[in-house]
């Protein structure tokens, strides 16, 4: 069967703020207009604010009694597609992000009857915000573990905005998106329901 461009898919952004709702949130914005531009490619699903729930540090799929986890985990196995949503501090990805990767470090030791991890054939897309320089090493930090735990990354799989170095505007406070993070948006959209599309309809081979 080969891949259809109606085929319906599903996503989920994980937004890793360190605020929990319902502060506003610049990193909740670019995912929140990623998934929008998303669903102009036939994709649906949901965003998650980690900051809201009690995600535990540890790298197994179920840390125990409490631990979040294990829905968030069901949802992106649910999913073609993952976008992963952080701001940056002090010129990396923020804890929480760090929290979600080691998380899923977990899927490392999970595979399929065939011997592939579960992500395998999922997509992953990265958006970066934030008042200092770093986007590019925050989303190079991401793309390496992403893949490392099975996700496969298309071309340019991030959207970003940087403020001006040492000022205090964010993401949130312009009266307008700007038209460069706008078109890199959309583009990250097509690129990963394109991806995940093709891979739907021709998965990797068994390990």
């Known amino acids: 069967m080969e891949a259809n461009e109606t085929t319906p898919l599903r996503a989920v952004a994980l937004v ?8 506003p ?4 914005l670019l995912a929140e207009q990623t998934m929008e531009a998303l669903a102009g490619h036939g994709v ?3 965003v998650i604010r980690i900051a809201d729930h009690d995600v535990r540090p540890g790298v ?7 631990d979040f986890w294990p829905e968030i985990r069901e949802t992106i196995l649910g999913t073609d597609i993952l976008i992963l949503a952080t701001p940056i501090w002090l010129g990396h990805p923020s804890s929480l992000a760090q929290r979600v990767m080691e998380r899923l470090d977990a899927e490392i030791g999970e595979s399929d009857a065939e011997g ?3 992500t395998y054939g999922k997509v992953a897309g990265v958006c970066v915000v934030g008042n200092e320089d770093g986007a590019h090493h925050v989303s190079a930090e991401l793309f390496q573990g992403l893949n490392d735990c ?3 990354l298309p071309a340019n799989a991030v959207t970003y ?3 001006e170095a040492m000022q205090g505007t964010d993401y949130q406070d312009l ?3 700007p038209e460069k993070t706008a078109a890199t948006t959309a583009t990250l959209a097509a690129n990963v329901a394109h991806l995940a599309r093709r891979l739907k309809y021709a998965p990797y081979p068994p390990s």
């Open 60 to 66: 197994a799929v179920d840390m125990g009694e409490g």
């Open 150 to 152: 099975g996700f496969t």
């Open 16 to 23: 890793c703020t360190l605020s929990p709702s319902p502060k």
């Open 175 to 177: 009266d307008k998106t």
């Open 44 to 46: 649906t699903g949901k």
């Open 116 to 118: 592939r991890m579960l």
């Open 161 to 163: 905005w940087v403020g």
């Open 25 to 28: 949130s610049s990193s909740q």
